[in-house]
């Protein structure tokens, strides 16, 4: 859910090359982990978890002004170094498709990672006693609250926009409802939505947004503990 | 989106033109000097004579112009930012939509123009074994997934699972779907890899990287191409 598409030309370039070197040094842990031969086995799942990413991305969610994008699934099922691989793909082929631009691949990339592991953090490590339910609905939802907050604070930063503008998806088109405050300081006088300011809009689409994917990440994790168990265990659990 | 990805691959596969026929690496590395050139442009004149000139590439490559629906979506992604600008100038503002949609539309180009294989092909000479791998699973992946899903949509359609009257039952439906997609796609990609590793691709990677020749007339292409784009941030 936070996925935020940045397109190519917006963020100024030092702070996507810094985006680039965060992702590469990121990136070349999780290879130096990718390296065991348990982990080259996780290929499958990887590539599989990025194939649902993309599908899920692509699910309109009726009038909802976002997408599901499983991140946090992801992570909890391919562990945080391959679940931030897994990312990185899903990026990458996005941008292909105009959603996303090549050189944001690394910031894009770097906050929807964050949502990987922590998610995978807090349903395996912190939140491990806890019942799986409440698991997966809290990790998702702290997760994403997370990163959202990091992605907007990012954006805000390096723009000097405060807000992002979300899309929703109609059939094939794209609607956007421009929640944006014009110019830095001047949130108050922003497009409203749904009679609120913007500060207001924002928060609550934030809010929608956790929700429906915390509880997208529960349901679906919910069936899968039905059928296939061992695929919601660590690689040193089985 | 799903469609469009779909539709996109085809024309990559099935049509010709020049721009299909230009090899892979050239073709990359000429994408990367007009991305190097659409970050430059530092003003809507540089950015709109960038943009007119992909288009004009779109339209003598005969490609359909609905590749051009795909660069639109970055205009509606830019419009926060382009706001941002507008304290500066309408100009500057417009500037950064022009640019976001020129990028988006030089990679459908790029994409449309060359199969999926040959492109990350040439991306894994850069990219490590397992991510290489992984975008050509999770490609092959998505378009199997893609028949999957449909499937499962209208078999829970003619069960009545999307009703109106029962909202509840119908979410938890789409997601038990949604479940059943991963554990199956889980399934399919396991067993791809292993056919993958019977053929005896393993740990070095699934995708070929066979050297490329150049030829001359990729480099005076290459050459020209960065005079140009020079020349348009230079004059512009």
Redesign the interface.
């Known amino acids: 859910m936070s996925h935020i598409h940045l397109p190519d030309g917006v963020i100024p370039t030092g702070w996507w090359l810094l985006g680039y070197i965060a992702a590469f040094v990121w990136l070349s842990l999780a290879l130096r982990h990718a390296e065991a031969e348990t982990t080259r086995r996780k290929l499958p799942f990887l590539a599989a978890m990025s194939a649902l990413m993309l599908l899920t991305m692509s699910i309109p969610l009726g009038p909802l002004p976002f997408h599901l994008n499983l991140a946090v699934l992801t992570g909890i099922v391919v562990g945080p170094w391959l679940g931030f691989v897994a990312v990185l793909v899903v990026n990458i082929m996005l941008s292909f498709l105009g959603h996303g631009g090549l050189t944001t691949i690394g910031i894009n990339t770097l906050i929807t990672g964050l949502e990987v592991v922590l998610g995978w953090w807090l349903y395996h490590r912190l939140l491990g006693a806890w019942r799986l339910n409440w698991r997966a609905l809290t990790a998702t939802g702290l997760a994403l609250l997370l990163s959202s907050t990091l992605a907007m604070s990012a954006i805000g930063l390096s723009t000097g926009v405060l807000d992002v503008g979300w899309h929703e998806h109609e059939g094939e088109q794209h609607v956007h409802h421009d929640i944006t405050a014009a110019q830095p300081g001047d949130a108050a006088t922003g497009a409203n939505f749904l009679g609120l300011g913007s500060m207001g809009a924002v928060a609550l689409i934030l809010a929608t947004g956790v929700a429906v994917e915390a509880l997208a990440t529960w349901v679906i994790i919910s069936y899968v503990q039905k059928v296939r168990p061992e695929l919601l265990l660590e690689e040193s659990d089985l | 989106?799903?469609?469009?990805?779909a539709q996109?691959d085809y024309i990559a596969v099935s049509q010709r033109s020049f721009l299909h026929m230009w090899p892979t690496m050239p073709k990359l590395s000429g994408s990367m000097i007009l991305?190097v050139g659409?970050?430059a442009?530092s003003n809507l004149r540089q950015g709109a004579v960038l943009l007119c000139l992909l288009i004009g590439l779109l339209l003598s490559a005969r490609l359909p112009v609905w590749l051009f629906s795909?660069?639109?979506?970055?205009a509606?992604?830019?419009?926060?930012?382009a706001?941002?600008q507008?304290?500066t100038s309408c100009a500057a503002a417009i500037a950064?939509i022009c640019?976001?949609v020129?990028?988006?539309l030089l990679?459908?180009l790029?994409?449309a123009s060359t199969p999926y294989p040959q492109l990350f092909g040439a991306m894994a000479r850069a990219l490590?074994p397992?991510?290489s791998?992984?975008?050509f699973?999770?490609?092959r992946?998505?378009f199997?997934?893609?028949g999957s899903?449909q499937r499962l949509l209208l078999s829970l359609r003619q069960r009545g699972a999307f009703g109106r009257r029962n909202f509840v039952w119908s979410?938890?439906a789409a997601?038990?779907a949604?479940?059943?997609?991963?554990?199956n796609?889980?399934s399919?990609?396991?067993r791809?890899?292993q056919n993958y590793r019977l053929r005896g691709y393993g740990?070095k990677g699934c995708l070929t990287t066979e050297k490329v020749a150049w030829r001359a007339i990729d480099g005076v292409l290459l050459v020209t191409l960065a005079v140009l784009v020079g020349g348009v941030l230079w004059l512009g």
Request: glycine letters at 2%; one cysteine or more.
């Open positions: 989106m799903s469609l469009k990805l996109v991305l659409i970050i442009a795909l660069a639109l979506y970055p509606f992604f830019s419009i926060p930012f706001l941002a507008l304290s950064v640019k976001a020129s990028a988006a990679l459908a790029l994409v490590p397992l991510i791998d992984a975008l699973f999770a490609y992946l998505f199997i997934t893609l899903i979410c938890r997601l038990h949604l479940g059943y997609l991963m554990v796609t889980l399919i990609s396991q791809l890899d740990a």
